[in-house]
C-alpha cells in the first residue's frame, strides 16, 4: 500500500468514526439556575415566534428536550408560543412538531423512555415522540 492509499484510508476511518458516535443536540439544563431557566423561557419564546420556518422547527426540538429534562418547570411562555404554532404554524411540518411538542409540554412523564436516549438530530427526536404516542394511543384502544 502506497502512502497516498495509507493517507485515505486513515481518513476514511475517522471520518467513519466520527459519524457512527451519538451526538446529542440538545442542552441539559438540571443544572441551570432559576434565573438561567427564565431566561430560556424568554429566549426560547421569541425564537417560536419568529418570522423563520428553519428557526421554529429547530427551537420546537430544544424546548421539547427541555421540558423533558425538566417536567416540574414551567416554561409558561413557551407554552404560549407552542400552542400558537399548532394551530398558526407556517408549514403542516411545523404544526405537527408542535403537537408532539404540545404533548410533550402535556404529559411529561408519558415521554420519560423518550427523554432517556440521545438523539443524532431533531428528526429522530421528533421521531421517537411520535412514536410513543403511538404506542400509547394503540395500547388504549
Known amino acids: 500500500m502506497n502512502k497516498k492509499q495509507m493517507v485515505l484510508a486513515a481518513l476514511m476511518i475517522v471520518a467513519l468514526t466520527s459519524l457512527s458516535q451519538a451526538q446529542t443536540f440538545f442542552p441539559v ?15 426560547y419564546a421569541i425564537s417560536l415566534s419568529a418570522d423563520n420556518n428553519g428557526l421554529n422547527e429547530s427551537a ?8 423533558l429534562d425538566c417536567p416540574a418547570d414551567d ?21 405537527y412538531k408542535a403537537y408532539l411538542a404540545e404533548a410533550v409540554y ?3 412523564a408519558m415521554f420519560n423512555d423518550v427523554a432517556a436516549r440521545q ?5 429522530a427526536f421528533f421521531s421517537a415522540v411520535a412514536e410513543k404516542m403511538i404506542k400509547t394511543l394503540l395500547s388504549s384502544i
Open 106 to 108: 402535556d404529559n411529561p
Open 119 to 123: 438523539y443524532t438530530n431533531r428528526d
Open 29 to 43: 439544563l438540571k443544572n441551570f439556575s432559576a434565573a438561567d431557566k427564565e431566561r430560556v423561557d424568554k429566549d
Open 75 to 95: 416554561f409558561s411562555k413557551i407554552k404560549v408560543e407552542i400552542d400558537r404554532l399548532v394551530m398558526n404554524g407556517a408549514t403542516p411540518v411545523i404544526r
Open 60 to 67: 420546537l426540538a430544544v424546548v421539547t428536550m427541555v421540558k
